[in-house]
């Protein structure tokens, strides 16, 4: 979306393709009728029911279900999230959580003791196995209480092996919210039209113009 220097790079051909996709998706039987208001936490819950076939963040789901509805969890299995080009492999966006200490923390040594043991091997290891959260250490992939925890563990690894970041610029909140209000609800985006409208939102949200 934004290249090396932070500028708008949403190129026409793929991004039209990707409104395509979208949009198919959003018209399918496979969506869900919630798909256009549905938060995590809500989507987590209807997966336990077991009608819904498919869920997307299923390192998220797989510890819930286990514990909540073991039935559900024996029959759930996982994949790498689906590529678009062939022999081009799926790249998913990284989310997560930066720790950083403040440049005037009045217990800047206390604040990285803070922020180290989150981002402890321990700590990670207690994320996976009650959160579902991908450790951060690679090496942790190779952990046996890891791996016991994500059996789909080097499947998990080589995704974000090939992940990319979000869009690195301090105005990120308002490109996200240029691109979904923009694109919401899927099911009525118009490939053609809305190539312009994206890149006119985010161009607007780049340059901090008015509030979105």
Known sequence: MLDAQGRLSLQEAPTRKALEIMKRLASSPAASPTLSTAREDQARLAFETGRPSFMINYTFVWPSARKNTPDVAANMGWSRWPGVT????????????????????RHPDL?????????????QRIAARQGGLPPTTGALYDDAEVRLTFPFADLLRATLKDAVQRAQTPVYNDISLAI???LHPMKD???DQDVKALREAVGRALRSEGLL
């Open 111 to 123: 604040a990285f003791q803070a922020a180290a043991c989150v981002a402890s091997a321990d700590s």
């Open 189 to 191: 985006i118009d490939p």
């Open 86 to 105: 062939e022999d081009v492999p799926s790249r998913v966006t990284v989310g997560g959580i930066n720790l950083a200490i403040g440049a005037y923390s």
């Open 180 to 182: 979904s209000r923009t």
